[in-house]
T-cell receptor
Framework: AQKVTQAQTEISVVEKEDVTLDCVYETRDTTYYLFWYKQPPSGELVFLIR??????QNEISGRYSWNFQKSTSSFNFTITASQVVDSAVYFCALSEETGANNLFFGTGTRLTVIP | DTAVSQTPKYLVTQMGNDKSIKCEQN?????MYWYKQDSKKFLKIMFS???????INETVPNRFSPKSPDKAHLNLHINSLELGDSAVYFCASSQDPVAGGPGNEQFFGPGTRLTVL
């Protein structure tokens, strides 16, 4: 069965610090997709990134970067030079080729950036 | 332009009542979903639906039923509401995973906070 683990329940950093949010997944499918979503205090879910299982290239988008390592079944998310606006709950999620595109979410990591 | 909209945003009701939450998407997507987010922020799939198939998470009580009048709408009807149904319910949509390939990005609505008293 599929599973997504975000071991860090809450993280607090001081503004401008870098922070990495961990995500470990389990799946039996060889084709799968990994996602990160952000849920700010306003409550909506904001899509950040999608990665398929055949693309292990790391990605950078502004202050955000993602490290996908199949060998350790991890898809970690790093925010560089954090800002107060980064304060949110971040969810890692998995969808499987055989899973009708349903998203299976981790339990989320609450990030608080202190000014 | 709102891509995925839900109404109402807040819903407060008594135990035992029947209620519906509406969801509409204007993205031309073929597949829609309902997720439940509990008080601990845990998000769980409830249903996925396109014009061909309804897939139900087996843990969802049959008091919950999705109703789709057309491709752009997937409403959630809940019978005999219970205290444990209190949660935030999110609607989402994506391109058809069969036609467009699995792993399509899902676009989420703003959520409906349901409180059962």
């Amino acid at each position: 069965a599929q599973k997504v683990t975000q071991a860090q329940t809450e993280i607090s950093v001081v503004e401008k610090e870098d922070v990495t949010l961990d995500c470990v997944y389990e799946t039996r499918d060889t084709t799968y997709y990994l996602f990160w979503y952000k849920q700010p205090p306003s409550g909506e879910l904001v899509f950040l990134i999608r990665r398929n299982s055949f693309d292990e290239q790391n990605e950078i988008s502004g202050r955000y970067s993602w490290n996908f390592q199949k060998s350790t079944s991890s898809f970690n998310f790093t925010i560089t030079a954090s800002q107060v606006v980064d304060s949110a709950v971040y969810f890692c999620a998995l969808s499987e080729e055989t899973g009708a595109n349903n998203l299976f979410f981790g339990t989320g990591t609450r990030l608080t950036v202190i000014p | 332009d709102t891509a995925v909209s839900q109404t109402p945003k807040y819903l407060v009701t008594q135990m035992g009542n029947d209620k519906s939450i509406k969801c509409e998407q204007n993205l031309g997507h073929d597949t829609m979903y309902w997720y439940k987010q509990d008080s601990k922020k845990f998000l769980k799939i409830m249903f996925s639906y396109n014009n061909k198939e309804l897939i139900i998470n087996e843990t969802v009580p049959n008091r919950f039923s999705p109703k789709s009048p057309d491709k752009a709408h997937l409403n959630l009807h809940i019978n005999s509401l219970e205290l444990g149904d209190s949660a935030v319910y999110f609607c989402a949509s994506s391109q058809d995973p069969v036609a467009g390939g699995p792993g399509n990005e899902q676009f989420f609505g703003p959520g409906t906070r349901l409180t059962v008293l």
